[in-house]
């Protein structure tokens, strides 16, 4: 309790240190605390701007508070640009731990000396993060040969500190949510909730590798990507082992050129990379910033991305799929009717909207930057402009969402680093089209069809007997005249004759739709 209640004061102490009561307790419509804003603020030099004080005031409190400004960058429709961005520039600079116990972490996780599970264990961490840190070693194996790997060791006693900051975040959120009716718009307590959920995500490592894992698997055949494989003898919840990656990290630009890569086109793969991820599999890797990213320049592997670090990972159901893909093609196609009529239809905003209204305010956000090359196009400007109008017509933003906009950003970053040229639009919106015909045509019938086939095998024999049991229970009944039993038999099969006929002219309704489709995109 004493150690809570110190924790406490220090943060306290750090908020006025940095100026923070300045930038939310003046908003507030309570005299007494206006006089207290005035008098902390005496002596302090504040010439900072307030999202760099908010950066610098996350950095004081520690990794968990870091970490928490960088779930929070994420929400832009919560804070003004100028903050979102200055905590996107929120990175782990962390101490790394002690090497003895790493070890100690990796003996208790296997029960077994670390000199009977590695050939070689590299005692100097090559990354340390707020979470875990990594260590390289080369790894027995059951055939005797050696492979080098990656050892990723959860930080000692994260738990209980994660328990006792998540704590104090929830009655700090309950404090500015009940002060002011801004601090009830920013939603605190479902922000941290929100982190709470990445954060305890994140401290279970066997999450992760199975991330990694299932993205190995996605990205398998196209040959855009490597991503690690996972031992699973050595994976824990505290320690995972992993192939050994090595590459040049997709910051180092001059490198990447010099080592003779096509930088250009490796900014149209991360495109790819990313509208894969998202529209194909509805599962994608949801932390690509640079940190997390290295280019190989093995002569097999030439100019593929190397993705790190699996944490965090999107997905998205098969409606927010086709919902997604439809906004961006009517985008894409200036249909801002369209957009606005999705917005609708999805529930988003409330049914009473008028199409014209919203689909004007659409347009006005969108249509000053398209024909544009990306470094005239800032993506976070227009995401903001686009929840500013939102919030005038009273959009309910989705959850699930959040994270495709903070990877959409990443990706925004990449390409603006690699090739500010690069059209965003332009490079996505084949990949789109064509994800739509897919949607829309007989394959994808035929593949619903394939899923369902198991079911549909064992309702088939039954439906004969079904039948004969249906029309047997029309004789019986003594109370019916003959007339009203033909009559139901002739409703039968006219039913019948309505789902044979109906099926066929379903079929040939979608290969009608699938050459309307291809002649409108082509």
Same mark, same amino acid.
């Given at each position: 309790?004493?150690?809570?209640?110190?924790?406490?004061?220090?943060?306290?102490?750090?908020?006025?240190?940095? =100026?923070?009561?300045?930038?939310?307790? @003046?908003?507030?419509?309570?005299?007494?605390? *206006? !006089?207290? +804003? %005035?008098?902390?603020?005496?002596?302090?030099? /504040?010439?900072?701007? %307030?999202?760099?004080?908010?950066? #610098?005031?996350?950095?004081?409190?520690?990794?968990?508070?870091?970490?928490? =400004?960088?779930?929070?960058?994420?929400? %832009?429709?919560?804070?003004? &640009?100028?903050?979102?961005?200055?905590?996107?520039?929120?990175?782990?600079?962390?101490?790394?731990?002690?090497?003895?116990?790493?070890?100690?972490?990796?003996?208790?996780?296997?029960?077994?000396?670390?000199?009977?599970?590695?050939?070689?264990?590299?005692?100097?961490?090559? +990354?340390?993060?707020?979470?875990?840190?990594? *260590?390289?070693?080369?790894?027995?194996?059951?055939?005797?040969?050696?492979?080098?790997?990656?050892?990723?060791?959860?930080?000692?006693?994260?738990?209980?500190?994660? #328990?006792?900051?998540?704590?104090?975040?929830?009655?700090?959120?309950?404090?500015?949510?009940?002060?002011?009716?801004?601090?009830?718009?920013?939603?605190?307590?479902?922000?941290?909730?929100?982190?709470?959920?990445?954060?305890?995500?994140?401290?279970?490592?066997?999450?992760?590798?199975?991330?990694? !894992?299932?993205?190995?698997?996605?990205?398998? $055949?196209?040959?855009?990507?490597?991503?690690? #494989?996972?031992?699973?003898?050595?994976?824990?919840?505290?320690?995972?082992?992993?192939?050994?990656? @090595?590459?040049?990290?997709?910051?180092?630009?001059?490198?990447?050129?010099?080592?003779?890569?096509?930088?250009?086109? /490796?900014?149209?793969? =991360?495109?790819?990379?990313?509208?894969?991820?998202?529209?194909?599999? $509805?599962?994608?890797?949801?932390?690509?910033?640079?940190?997390?990213?290295?280019?190989?320049?093995?002569?097999?592997?030439? $100019?593929?991305?190397?993705?790190?670090?699996?944490?965090?990972?999107?997905?998205?159901?098969? @409606?927010?799929?086709?919902?997604?893909?439809?906004?961006?093609? !009517?985008?894409?196609?200036?249909?801002?009717?369209?957009?606005?009529?999705?917005?609708?239809?999805?529930?988003?905003?409330?049914? +009473?909207? %008028?199409?014209?209204?919203?689909?004007?305010?659409?347009?006005?956000?969108? #249509?000053?930057?398209?024909?544009?090359?990306?470094?005239?196009?800032?993506?976070?400007?227009?995401?903001?402009?686009?929840?500013?109008?939102?919030?005038?017509?009273?959009?309910?933003?989705?959850?699930?969402?959040?994270?495709?906009?903070?990877?959409?950003?990443?990706?925004?970053? &990449?390409?603006?680093?690699?090739?500010?040229?690069?059209?965003?639009?332009? @490079?996505?919106?084949?990949?789109?089209?064509?994800?739509?015909?897919?949607?829309?045509?007989?394959?994808?019938?035929?593949?619903?069809?394939?899923?369902?086939?198991?079911?549909?095998?064992? /309702?088939?024999?039954?439906?004969?007997?079904?039948?004969?049991?249906?029309?047997?229970?029309?004789?019986?009944?003594?109370?019916?005249?003959? $007339?009203?039993?033909?009559?139901?038999?002739?409703?039968?099969?006219?039913?019948?004759?309505?789902?044979?006929?109906?099926?066929?002219?379903?079929?040939?309704?979608?290969?009608?739709?699938?050459?309307?489709?291809?002649?409108?995109?082509?």
């Amino acid at each position: 309790m004493t150690r809570r209640l110190f924790r406490g004061v220090f943060i306290v102490w750090v908020m006025l240190r940095y =100026g923070l009561d300045e930038l939310f307790l @003046t908003s507030f419509q309570k005299p007494w605390l *206006h !006089a207290i +804003a %005035r008098i902390v603020s005496v002596g302090r030099k /504040l010439d900072a701007p %307030r999202g760099q004080r908010i950066r #610098e005031a996350l950095e004081r409190l520690g990794p968990i508070f870091v970490k928490f =400004g960088q779930v929070l960058s994420t929400r %832009r429709d919560l804070m003004p &640009l100028d903050i979102a961005d200055e905590l996107a520039r929120l990175q782990d600079r962390v101490p790394p731990f002690s090497s003895d116990v790493a070890i100690a972490s990796i003996e208790r996780a296997f029960n077994k000396k670390v000199e009977d599970i590695f050939v070689s264990f590299d005692r100097e961490p090559i +990354a340390s993060a707020s979470i875990a840190q990594v *260590h390289f070693a080369v790894l027995k194996n059951r055939t005797g040969e050696s492979r080098e790997v990656a050892v990723k060791v959860l930080r000692p006693g994260m738990l209980t500190a994660i #328990e006792k900051d998540l704590s104090l975040m929830r009655m700090m959120a309950g404090w500015v949510e009940g002060l002011s009716d801004d601090g009830k718009r920013l939603k605190p307590r479902e922000v941290v909730a929100e982190f709470d959920k990445y954060l305890h995500d994140e401290l279970d490592l066997v999450r992760e590798a199975s991330s990694a !894992a299932q993205l190995r698997r996605n990205m398998t $055949g196209l040959d855009l990507v490597l991503i690690p #494989e996972m031992f699973w003898d050595y994976c824990a919840t505290e320690v995972i082992v992993m192939e050994r990656m @090595t590459g040049i990290p997709i910051s180092q630009v001059e490198r990447l050129r010099a080592a003779g890569v096509d930088i250009p086109k /490796l900014a149209r793969d =991360g495109v790819t990379i990313f509208f894969t991820q998202v529209f194909r599999d $509805g599962f994608f890797h949801a932390d690509m910033h640079p940190g997390n990213i290295q280019v190989s320049v093995a002569p097999a592997t030439f $100019g593929r991305y190397i993705s790190l670090d699996f944490g965090i990972v999107g997905t998205l159901t098969e @409606t927010d799929k086709e919902y997604l893909a439809q906004n961006f093609t !009517a985008f894409f196609r200036r249909d801002y009717k369209r957009v606005a009529e999705l917005h609708i239809e999805s529930g988003w905003v409330p049914a +009473a909207t %008028r199409v014209d209204e919203l689909e004007s305010a659409i347009r006005s956000v969108c #249509e000053p930057y398209f024909d544009r090359p990306l470094k005239e196009i800032s993506l976070g400007l227009v995401l903001m402009r686009l929840f500013q109008t939102s919030r005038r017509f009273h959009v309910e933003i989705q959850p699930q969402l959040v994270l495709l906009q903070k990877t959409l950003l990443n990706i925004e970053g &990449l390409g603006r680093q690699l090739d500010p040229d690069l059209d965003l639009w332009a @490079t996505a919106k084949p990949f789109l089209e064509k994800w739509m015909i897919d949607q829309l045509g007989p394959k994808k019938l035929l593949d619903q069809l394939r899923n369902e086939a198991p079911r549909y095998a064992k /309702l088939l024999p039954e439906l004969p007997r079904l039948l004969v049991d249906f029309l047997q229970r029309g004789q019986s009944g003594s109370d019916r005249a003959l $007339g009203e039993l033909l009559a139901e038999q002739k409703r039968t099969n006219r039913l019948l004759q309505g789902l044979v006929y109906g099926g066929v002219g379903f079929v040939l309704g979608l290969v009608a739709m699938q050459l309307i489709v291809r002649v409108r995109v082509f």
